[in-house]
């Protein structure tokens, strides 16, 4: 079992000096060795619709990858001594990141979809370090030993679960502090097997904007807008950075209280999601919601709403969540889940503002949102509600499905 920590630092003036610094010859690093990565690629592809009969053909290079670059860091030690005040793991991680990152935007991770180009980092953008290893013994009363930085403050306000053995530790500044999230590790602990979805094990949920969520039993969790709330005392510190002039103390002041206001309501987001995650997970049953997609959802007049909600982020933790519980969470087509009758199955067709479900045919009245939530545990479940009109549910799917219609259409119809 994989987990991890994440606790405050309270480093002293000199040690906030040098992680500083870290971060900044990181920075420059991590964009050499992207744009190393990038040369090569522009002078070794070729366009095969636009590819010209007679051209110069320039001598071709080796591809740099992991390996070659992580080599490479003792020419970068012998002309920039500078770097040498770095851990040379926290070096070779940086290289790793750019690997990662570079591979995904050509071959994709491991489910095939493809990232975006790289970019570089600004002043500023790089703002985190990983020691691939440490030891077991790091941690000593209120500090952690952190090598070639020393011994720095720590707000442990949780203990470490007994038994894990600690992997990595990646230090993070923030707007509000610097933080390390301990990486940690049982092996002990065994892997739980979920039984198969059925009708009494499986709860479905739908997502939305005037509940954040609705069950299939008809409970409803409010949206909290944290944003929303804030968005006055946004605007108004907005307001002042604008009028402060470029490269002053004064703007880097006011740039830092903007970031302040906005991790704030980063957090708050985040915890209300443990916490419902954490009452869904509860329950001890499999838990189904729609793969809606929320990329195509949020390119509309919705997206500061959507945003707002974080769907994409909630559904990341539930999982989590249920996955150590040996629960699981799937996702099924959204597609009719509002339109259709969760009693007798017929099509009841619906606009967007209509927040009620009445059918003609069976005479069920319900809410629009319990009435698809209702559906949404039935397509996970396989029920054969629908059977009668010789309609057929899709399966279980571990992954989001694809739909030929876009993020709006298929918003407005479900």
């Not at 079992?1 to 971060?23: C, D, G, H, I, N």
């Not at 604008?242 to 206001?261: C, F, I, P, T, Y």
Request: contains cysteine.
């Amino acid at each position: 079992m994989r987990t991890a920590y994440q606790y405050r630092l309270r480093p002293t003036p000199s040690q906030v000096v040098l992680m500083e610094q870290w971060l900044e010859l990181l920075r420059k690093q991590y964009n050499y060795r992207l744009a190393e990565r990038f040369n090569w690629w522009e002078q070794n592809r070729c366009d095969i619709n636009a590819c010209p009969l007679i051209c110069h053909l320039p001598e071709l290079r080796d591809r740099p990858d992991f390996y070659s670059q992580k080599r490479d860091l003792v020419n970068t030690k012998a002309r920039f001594p500078e770097y040498q005040a770095i851990h040379s793991q926290v070096l070779q991680n940086c290289i790793e990141r750019v690997h990662k990152a570079f591979d995904r935007w050509l071959k994709g991770d491991r489910n095939g979809k493809r990232a975006g180009r790289p970019r570089f980092k600004g002043a500023g953008r790089y703002r985190s370090f990983t020691f691939p290893q440490m030891k077991q013994d790091c941690l000593q009363g209120k500090f952690i030993h952190l090598p070639k930085i020393g011994a720095v403050k720590l707000i442990q306000h949780r203990p470490l679960p007994d038994g894990f053995v600690i992997k990595t530790a990646t230090i993070t500044r923030k707007a509000d502090g610097w933080y390390v999230t301990l990486s940690l590790q049982d092996a002990s602990v065994p892997e739980l097997t979920p039984d198969s979805p059925t009708s009494e094990n499986t709860i479905g949920i739908d997502m939305g904007l005037d509940s954040f969520l609705v069950t299939d039993t008809g409970e409803s969790v409010p949206v909290p807008q944290y944003y929303r709330r804030a968005q006055k005392r946004l605007e108004r510190l907005q307001r002042s950075l604008s009028r402060k002039q470029k490269g002053s103390n004064r703007r880097k002041k006011a740039l830092r209280r903007v970031a302040k206001a906005h991790l704030k309501v980063a957090n708050q987001r985040k915890d209300f999601h443990y916490k419902v995650a954490k009452k869904l997970v509860s329950k001890g049953k499999h838990i189904a919601y729609e793969a809606l997609n929320t990329e195509g959802i949020a390119r509309t007049r919705l997206a500061k709403s959507i945003y707002d909600a974080g769907w994409g982020q909630f559904l990341q933790i539930l999982a989590v969540k249920a996955e150590r519980a040996g629960l699981r969470a799937i996702a099924v087509d959204p597609s009719g889940t509002s339109q259709n009758c969760s009693q007798c199955g017929q099509k009841v067709p619906k606009t967007i503002r209509d927040r009620w479900h009445s059918c003609p045919h069976c005479g069920l009245e319900l809410s629009r949102d319990h009435n698809a939530a209702i559906n949404i545990k039935y397509r996970a479940v396989g029920h054969p509600v629908l059977k009668a009109q010789e309609m057929s549910f899709t399966g279980v799917t571990e992954k989001p499905a694809l739909s030929r219609f876009s993020g709006a259409e298929r918003f407005a119809s479900a």
